[in-house]
């Protein structure tokens, strides 16, 4: 009779290439994950603290606030008024080229900084914008580091020399990628945001602290600041983004619900609520509710 050992047997059934993928598995973390440890201050609050930063390599800003480009969250009214407190609005792209370069117009007559999105290999809109006096251009991609993406960071940067921020890439790999392709901004998460199903959908994402670091740690050695986009649903989840290395965040949701937002404003049970919907496809958006909700 043959002895079998049933340890060994175990092992090397676990060493098979898909059990392996499983035991490189690392824990991860989100905001509810953590909290940050007080040390000992010699600060005075609100006097002397500096939080300005920049969005991008040549485009500071005064506080670490950025408007999500969604059409529920940024038009140039929005962008106006944030701009005003020292942060910056990036125009959604959710309509006509013509109309996003106006709404950038109003923000630059204002002599405000003002960002504007726009879609991959998209040059007519990227030249619009451009003429309109956009200070930075966003690519809007959900996935980030892919070809075409790449492709367009390189493109743009051939026809205009202006602030490029790309994203959104949630590893090292894809900071790296849009960094040498030329991104000036990095924008991290996937799957955070609070209309976002794709963790649900597709079963990819990283949790956005560990987007944000493992990003971070890439970009900070290239000068290239990151945007943490997604998953803030508190004001605290600002803070734990900016101490994973964050340089500064991206809001939709909590943004959605001011007066300046364009969402619709809709009443309901003696409630004004305004309208905040996903961003994943303008097309289907257009045809389908199924991503919106109301916000106060």
Known sequence: MVSIDKNQLYRSLSMGFYSQKLERVAAALSFDDVLL?????????REGIDVSTKVSRNVALRIPIVSSPMDTVTESEMAIALAEEGGIGIIHRNMPADREA?????VKEKGLPVGAAVGILDEERF??????????????AAHGHSENVIKSIRRYKEIASIDIVAGNVVTPEGAEDLIAAGAD?????????STCFTREVCGVGIPQLQAIAWVADVASSYGVPVIADGGVRRIGDVVKALAAGADCVMLGRMLAGTDEAPGEIIERNGMRLKKYRGMGSPEVIQKLDRYSKLVP
């Open 37 to 45: 440890v007080p040390r000992f201050s010699s600060i005075i609050p």
């Open 127 to 140: 030249r619009k914008v451009i003429d309109a006096g956009a200070d930075l251009v966003v690519i809007d």
């Open 185 to 193: 901004g990095l924008r991290v998460g996937l799957g955070a945001g």
């Open 102 to 106: 106006e709404e950038v117009k109003r």
